[in-house]
């Protein structure tokens, strides 16, 4: 929704989003903005809001650069940066990008590895690379490996039991971040078909339809139009309180922060979501 504001349009967002109590701002890499320049530019124009990646693709950028991307923004804006990186998926490196995509979880170690040990700085800034990573993880090995060699995960399309399996498989220390869709609306026959719209994206892609598998849910759920029962797993929906009590599920079940996503029409509506749920999520 942030691509479809103007730059100064998307730092009143951010501001808004501040002010409303919201510890962080999680923006995606596509198609559309830069995710380090936009950063960059909704920093500049707040006081606390941490910006985070969610996700960062690899195959955009090599190790050197995205290490030392991470190190510009935490000198300037004294830690309110972290850096969610992903492995992305096959359509979006090898037709978007022209990349080969193979082998991710040796491709995102070895990528982790060249950024810890073998990169080039010097510029005024830290030297160690910020403990202020999170891995786009679904899967039980990528989740190993995000509590091993970074400071956790940032799960997508998940559910609270996913959180949970991803708590016992990284551990206690490690910083767990899923997201959570939802929908503000009682109407359960709108809302389903809202949620749907968005959802078809997700359930195509391989990696998120493997993890649903892993979770229990089938070709029922997932072939065609999504079931019930898939649509009210993934996405949230009806009133504040019944928003509140999906992300107090995935705290139960481990989970450190939870970034909620509105589902909207539009930029405004998904701010007029911001504004009913800050009572009931930010505390």
């Known amino acids: ?3 479809r504001l103007s730059t100064p349009e998307a730092q009143e967002a951010a501001r808004e989003a501040e002010e409303l109590g ?30 985070a990646t969610g996700i960062a693709n690899i195959y955009a950028r090599d190790a050197m650069t995205m290490a030392n991307s ?3 923004l935490d000198e300037a804006f004294g830690g309110r940066f972290v850096l969610g990186l992903g492995v992305s998926h096959h359509n979006l490196v ?17 990528y982790l590895t060249f950024m810890r040990e073998k990169g080039v700085w010097r510029s005024v800034g830290p030297k160690e690379l910020p403990d202020r990573i999170v891995l786009a993880a679904l899967g039980p090995r990528m989740l190993q490996l ?8 940032h799960p ?4 609270p039991e996913h959180t949970a399996m991803a708590r016992e498989i990284m551990g206690p220390d490690a910083v767990l971040a899923p997201e959570q869709m939802c929908i503000l609306s009682t109407d359960a026959a709108e809302a389903r078909a809202s949620a749907r719209r968005t959802m078809k994206t997700y359930t195509d892609l391989p990696n998120y339809a493997n993890n649903l598998r892993r979770l229990g849910f089938d070709d029922h759920d997932l072939d065609g139009e999504c079931s019930d029962r898939l649509v009210d797993a993934i996405v949230a929906w009806g009133d504040e309180g019944q928003i509140a009590a999906r ?5 139960d079940a481990g989970a450190d922060h939870v970034c909620v996503q509105v589902l909207a029409e539009t930029p405004e509506e998904m701010r007029a979501g911001w504004r009913r749920l800050a009572p009931a999520l930010v505390s």
């Open 156 to 159: 997508y399309f998940t559910t």
């Open 70 to 72: 991470l190190r510009t």
């Open 146 to 153: 995000a509590a091993a060699c970074t400071a956790g995960a």
């Open 22 to 51: 919201y510890s962080a701002l999680w923006v995606p890499e596509a198609v559309g903005r830069d995710p380090f320049i936009l950063s960059t530019l909704l920093l500049a124009a707040t006081d606390r809001l941490v910006l």
């Open 94 to 110: 090898e037709w978007v990008r022209k990349h080969e995509y193979s082998q991710p979880l040796t491709r995102m170690r070895e």
């Open 1 to 3: 929704m942030l691509d």
């Open 247 to 251: 992300v107090a599920a995935h705290r």
